[in-house]
């Protein structure tokens, strides 16, 4: 279970990757173009680095006779020495010896040291607007580090004698005879000893106040060939991965405030009900029929042949024969879907199918099907026309079909049509009314299937009165459209009539995911029975 929320998270993730890819690829590709671009109009930088080695002062004191005390580490000693690199009195000292014009926090801008681990060597980095002086640059103020220590050391070592001959000096000298074997001769030699120790000391200390060298240039700076900065390319390639990196963000926060369903899974699971089929994007609108068989609408026949097949697992014992086509607002697909599940249906051969035009508000059939717009519906529940004056029929080749049994050419189906008919200023009273029930009867009992196109559920009132009085309802809901609220308020206005077969049919879906779910829904029609 834990692996498929794993697979199921990454596809949607690829899913959601994929539909704003449009984002992710404008932003990236205007944070690479900025980079560049500020990059390049940048003046060029060069880079020079030099790198030398601090020492402990006590390692001086074998060079005098000293024994040296334990000192510090070497880590120690490269970590100081790399902070020293850049201290002030250093910098000063660089700024007169270089002859530059500059203040010391300028430089220090412009200048770096750091200590490395692995050899504990210290590292200067200067950079200028040229080879040559960035070079000049990081020498000079190695040089100038290396003699700030040299003479800060040997001061300190002066220091360190002046204070061993003050010691010395301060010891007395007793009067007496220093050959002698008394206690007052003892006491002679013992500070005469102490004095000389003192001063023997001090002597070094002095020694090494001149001589005394507390580090060395390991490795001077080359004049660098080409600049460190701008490099416009490399500037691109950050930009471009600080511009996915927003576009990743400004897409989580686009998908979490949007509402609208956009996965077929995600449509069956708002809506509770077992999905029929889908209907690509590419069909809202159209008709799956022409007058050449075998042409490319052949291929969207299919996903209705498909809803054809699964509307009749919504109930095995009891097929449903009245089937309401209908959707929470308009231009979800319904008429669409009603058109190409009728036509489906009749392209079998075996049923007597009719197609009923219920929604008054907004009549498209006659238009779409090439049929006359009235007498309809409408007219025949004002008491204007009569059942045989309003059912027209249409005559079709099924795409799919290339020539009939006999080799006399492709077989024409016959779908019986009912259009929305003359315009009413009072549609909801005459879908309400006793006549259409009585019609509704009437036509169950004639036709085999009777398709009826309905207004949206939240928009008008008949879309409700008719599918109390429907066998089955097919929920069409859009993708890309359809908010998940909106799906679950019509699933919620079903959900408050007497209980039927329902069945969702995605509309709106792309064609890349239409494989995958036609094969789904066709292989797994059996799995909608316990659904229901």
Same mark, same amino acid.
């Given at each position: 279970m834990a692996q498929q929320n794993e697979t199921s998270s990454l596809r949607n993730a690829v899913t959601v990757l994929r539909r704003r890819l449009w984002i992710v690829a404008f932003l990236v590709a205007i944070a690479a173009a900025t980079a560049f671009v500020l990059s390049f109009v940048q003046d060029d930088t060069y880079k020079a680095e030099t790198s030398m080695r601090f020492l402990d002062p006590e390692e001086s004191y074998s060079a005098v006779g000293l024994f040296p005390r334990q000192g510090e580490l070497p880590q120690q000693t490269s970590a100081q020495g790399a902070e020293f690199a850049t201290s002030t009195a250093v910098l000063q000292r660089a700024i007169n010896k270089l002859g530059l014009d500059t203040?010391?926090?300028?430089?220090?801008?412009?200048?770096?040291?750091?200590?490395?681990?692995?050899?504990?060597?210290?590292?200067?980095t200067a950079e200028a607007a040229s080879g040559e002086d960035a070079a000049r640059l990081a020498n000079g103020i190695a040089e100038a580090a290396l003699a700030q220590a040299n003479a800060d050391t040997r001061k300190s070592f002066a220091e360190q004698a002046a204070d061993l001959r003050e010691q010395a000096n301060s010891?007395?000298?007793?009067?007496?005879?220093?050959?002698?074997?008394?206690?007052?001769?003892?006491?002679?030699?013992?500070?005469?000893?102490?004095r000389q120790i003192l001063t023997e000391t001090a002597t070094k200390f002095e020694a090494l106040s001149k001589v005394a060298v507390l580090g060395e240039v390991m490795a001077q700076a080359d004049v660098p060939s080409s600049p460190a900065s701008p490099k416009p390319v490399r500037s691109?390639?950050?930009?471009?991965?600080?511009?996915?990196?927003?576009? @990743?963000?400004?897409?989580?926060?686009?998908?979490?405030?949007?509402?609208? *369903?956009?996965?077929?899974?995600? !449509? #069956? %699971?708002?809506?509770g009900m077992p999905m029929l089929a889908t209907v690509v994007?590419?069909?809202?609108?159209?008709?799956?029929?022409?007058g050449t068989p075998g042409d490319e609408h052949a291929a969207s026949m299919n996903a209705f042949r498909l809803?054809?097949?699964? @509307?009749?697992?919504?109930?095995?014992?009891?097929?449903?024969?009245?089937? *309401?086509?209908?959707?929470?607002? !308009? #231009? %979800?697909?319904?008429?669409?879907?009603?058109?190409?599940?009728?036509?489906?249906?009749?392209?079998?051969?075996?049923?007597n199918v009719l197609l009923v035009e219920a929604d008054l508000h907004r009549p498209v059939h006659a238009q779409r099907l090439g049929i006359n717009d009235q007498p309809g519906l409408s007219d025949y529940l004002s008491g204007s026309a009569e059942p045989g004056d309003v059912v027209q029929t249409l005559e079709f080749v099924d795409p799919a079909q290339t020539s009939s049994s006999n080799g006399e050419g492709p077989v024409r189906s016959r779908l019986a049509c009912i259009t929305a008919g003359s315009r009413t200023p009072w549609p909801a009273e005459l879908i309400g009314s006793e006549r259409f029930k009585d019609f509704l009867d009437k036509v169950n009992r004639v036709y085999d299937l009777v398709i009826l196109d309905s207004p949206p559920l939240l928009g008008v009132p008949e879309a409700t009165e008719l599918a109390s009085q429907v066998d089955a309802v097919v929920f069409c809901a859009r993708l890309g459209r359809t908010t998940a609220d909106q799906a679950r308020a019509g699933r919620e206005a079903l959900d408050r009539l007497p209980k039927r077969p329902m069945g969702l049919v995605a509309t709106g879906v792309s064609v890349r995911d239409q494989g995958y779910y036609a094969y789904a829904y066709s292989y797994g029609a059996e799995r909608f029975i316990t659904k229901v």
């Open positions: 203040s010391v926090e300028t430089l220090r801008e412009h200048v770096s040291s750091i200590q490395e681990p692995a050899s504990n060597l210290v590292t200067i010891i007395p000298i007793p009067k007496g005879n220093p050959n002698g074997q008394n206690e007052q001769a003892a006491l002679i030699q013992e500070f005469a000893r102490q691109a390639v950050i930009g471009g991965v600080v511009g996915l990196f927003i576009s @990743l963000v400004l897409v989580g926060i686009i998908e979490s405030l949007d509402r609208r *369903l956009r996965e077929v899974d995600q !449509a #069956e %699971e708002v809506t994007e590419g069909m809202l609108g159209k008709v799956p029929i022409s809803l054809r097949t699964n @509307l009749r697992f919504l109930d095995v014992d009891n097929p449903p024969v009245s089937v *309401l086509v209908t959707s929470s607002l !308009a #231009e %979800e697909g319904k008429t669409t879907v009603a058109m190409g599940m009728a036509l489906a249906a009749a392209a079998g051969g075996d049923r």
